[in-house]
Structure formats: structure tokens, C-alpha cells
């Protein structure tokens, strides 16, 4: 039997590229996203893989939409905490909405999308729990106090939540991906790209989200089982933490 994975904000950029990857690899993959109904649909008839639509910053909605993929798709053994917003300002200027949509979606989506999960990996004695975090989690970024924030908190629950599993089969990991050439860094003007973006990236390009989506490949296998609590940075060597 096929191995069921669930990817949150899995129909477009690097969510995209983890559900093909892991359909490729032989599990049984369904994709959530937000509401970008027409993307979904587009990404459900090309792959072939079932669309769920909640929103991951509501633990009900979580729940209820866990509990819908479990009884259409089966138990939840791969889970891939992948959704993530941006809303960008400087601290002095962020209203408390920047602040707490950022940091509802990108961390507390962790507790929603894990603690409906968790009970059932460890009734089984497997499970394998990979965040999607940041490179700017590790080191911070100018006008990103709330995602910097979030995202910190996602390699702080990872830690934490992997000592307490260990001994139940499960593994949890954290990914920091730095550039990755989705919809949104491929908005960045060109000559912004070239002067302020490219040269602080050793490898001199950006990554591609397929990159990401083998990090994850191989988190999940059987192979990866004595890997936990780690944080894998994937960002061309732009940052070494
Ligand atoms: P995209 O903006 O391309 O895609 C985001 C996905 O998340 C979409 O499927 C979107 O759904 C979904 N999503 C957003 N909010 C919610 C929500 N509240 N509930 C459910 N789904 C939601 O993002 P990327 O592919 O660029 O980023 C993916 C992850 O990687 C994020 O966590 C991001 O922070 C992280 N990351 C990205 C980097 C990059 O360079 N791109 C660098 C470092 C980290 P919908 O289509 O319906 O809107």
C-alpha cells in the first residue's frame, strides 16, 4: 500500500513540485490550498492528485479537512507544512494584521495541521513531519520581522516536536530553503535580481523548487530514519548555519 502524504499549499511553487515529487516516488499524495480555486483545478487535471481546500491558519478547518483526506485517501503517514505567506513591512509601520496573518499561517498552521495527525502516527509507529521554514528564520531579514518570527518558531517546534516522537517511529525535520525561483522571486524585477540578489548567493543562481522538493523526497523515505530534529538548509550557499 501506497504511503499517504499531505502537502499544505501543495498546488503551486514549491508545494507543487513536493506533491509531483512525492507522486513520482510512489505515495499517495493530496494537496491543500487556500483558495486559488482556478490554479487547484489546473494543477489537479495535469497531476492527477486530489485538491483540499481549507485554510491552514484555522485549527477546525484543519481538522475537519485531515479528517476528510484520512477517510478519501487513508491515515496520514508524510505530512509537508509547506504553506507560507509574505506580508513585508518594516517593523514601525506593521499593523497588528501583518502581524498576526503571518504568523497564524506560517507557525500556528503547525499545531493545526500536526496535533489532529500526531495521535494516529503514533498509534501506527510511523510518521514523518517536514516544515517548510526559511533562510530568513535563521538570519532574519529587513522588513520581515513577522515571517523572520514565524518562521524561527517553525525550526523551534520542529526540535522540540522530534525529541518527543523519536521513540514512536516518527521523524520531524525542517527545511530552509533560500531563493527558490517561484511566481514570487520571479516577480522581482530583473536588475533587482541581477545587483542585490544573485551575488549574495554563492552557487550564482537561484534554486529551482524541484531542489526542494528532493530534500523532502528523501526526509520521508526509510532511508532518512535516523534523521531528526535537523535543519536542512538548501540556499546555494548563501547563508551557513
Ligand atoms: P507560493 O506563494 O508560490 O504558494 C503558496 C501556497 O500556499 C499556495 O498553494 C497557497 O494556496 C498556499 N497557502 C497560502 N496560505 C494558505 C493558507 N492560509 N491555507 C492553506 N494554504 C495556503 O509560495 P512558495 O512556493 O514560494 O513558498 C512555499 C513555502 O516555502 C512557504 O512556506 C514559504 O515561506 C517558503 N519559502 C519560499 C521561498 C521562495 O524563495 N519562494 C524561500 C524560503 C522559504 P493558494 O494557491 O490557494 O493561494
Given at each position: 500500500?501506497?504511503?499517504?502524504?499531505?502537502?499544505?499549499?501543495?498546488t503551486?511553487?514549491?508545494?507543487?513540485?513536493?506533491s509531483?515529487?512525492?507522486?513520482?516516488?510512489g505515495?499517495?499524495?493530496?494537496?491543500?490550498?487556500?483558495?486559488?480555486?482556478?490554479?487547484?483545478?489546473?494543477?489537479?487535471?495535469?497531476t492527477?492528485?486530489?485538491?483540499?481546500k481549507w485554510?491552514?491558519s484555522?485549527?477546525?478547518?484543519?481538522a475537519?479537512?485531515?479528517?476528510?483526506?484520512?477517510?478519501e485517501?487513508g491515515?496520514?503517514?508524510?505530512?509537508?507544512?509547506?504553506?507560507?505567506?509574505?506580508?513585508d513591512?518594516?517593523?514601525?509601520k506593521?499593523?497588528?494584521?501583518?502581524?498576526y496573518?503571518?504568523?497564524?499561517?506560517n507557525?500556528n498552521?503547525?499545531?493545526?495541521?500536526?496535533?489532529?495527525?500526531i495521535?494516529g502516527?503514533?498509534?501506527?509507529?510511523?510518521?514523518?513531519?517536514i516544515?517548510?521554514?526559511s533562510?530568513?528564520?535563521?538570519k532574519?531579514?529587513?522588513?520581515?520581522?513577522?515571517?523572520?518570527?514565524s518562521?524561527?518558531?517553525?525550526?523551534?517546534?520542529?526540535?522540540a516536536l522530534a525529541?518527543?516522537?523519536a521513540?514512536?517511529?516518527?521523524?520531524?525535520?525542517?527545511?530552509?530553503?533560500?531563493?527558490?525561483?517561484?511566481e514570487?522571486v520571479?516577480?522581482?524585477?530583473?536588475?533587482?535580481?541581477?545587483k542585490?540578489?544573485?551575488?549574495?548567493?554563492?552557487?550564482?543562481r537561484?534554486g529551482?523548487?524541484?531542489?526542494?522538493?528532493?530534500c523532502?523526497?528523501?526526509?520521508?523515505?526509510?532511508?532518512?530514519?535516523?534523521?531528526?530534529?535537523?535543519t536542512?538548509?538548501?540556499?546555494?550557499?548563501?547563508?551557513?548555519?
Open positions: 500500500m501506497a504511503r499517504v502524504a499531505v502537502v499544505s499549499g501543495g503551486r511553487g514549491i508545494g507543487a513540485a513536493i509531483k515529487a512525492l507522486k513520482a516516488a505515495y499517495s499524495v493530496a494537496a491543500n490550498y487556500a483558495g486559488n480555486d482556478a490554479v487547484a483545478a489546473a494543477f489537479k487535471q495535469e492527477g492528485i486530489p485538491v483540499y485554510d491552514v484555522n485549527y477546525k478547518q484543519c475537519e479537512g485531515l479528517k476528510q483526506v484520512e477517510s485517501v491515515p496520514v503517514e508524510v505530512l509537508v507544512n509547506n504553506a507560507g505567506i509574505t506580508r513591512t518594516a517593523f514601525h506593521m499593523t497588528p494584521e501583518q502581524w496573518e503571518v504568523i497564524n499561517t507557525l498552521s503547525l499545531f493545526n495541521m500536526t496535533r489532529p495527525v495521535d502516527m503514533r498509534a501506527r509507529g510511523f510518521g514523518r513531519v516544515n517548510i521554514s533562510i530568513n528564520g535563521q532574519g531579514q529587513f522588513g520581515q520581522t513577522n515571517y523572520s518570527a518562521k524561527a518558531g517553525d525550526i523551534g517546534f520542529t526540535k525529541q518527543e516522537n521513540a514512536k517511529g516518527i521523524t520531524v525535520n525542517v527545511i530552509c530553503p533560500g531563493y527558490i525561483a517561484t514570487m520571479k516577480a522581482v524585477p530583473e536588475e533587482v535580481l541581477k542585490s540578489i544573485l551575488p549574495h548567493i554563492p552557487v550564482g537561484l529551482e523548487p524541484e531542489e526542494i522538493a528532493r523532502v523526497v528523501f526526509l520521508a523515505s526509510d532511508d532518512a530514519g535516523f534523521i531528526t530534529g535537523s536542512l538548509s538548501a540556499n546555494g550557499g548563501q547563508y551557513l548555519a
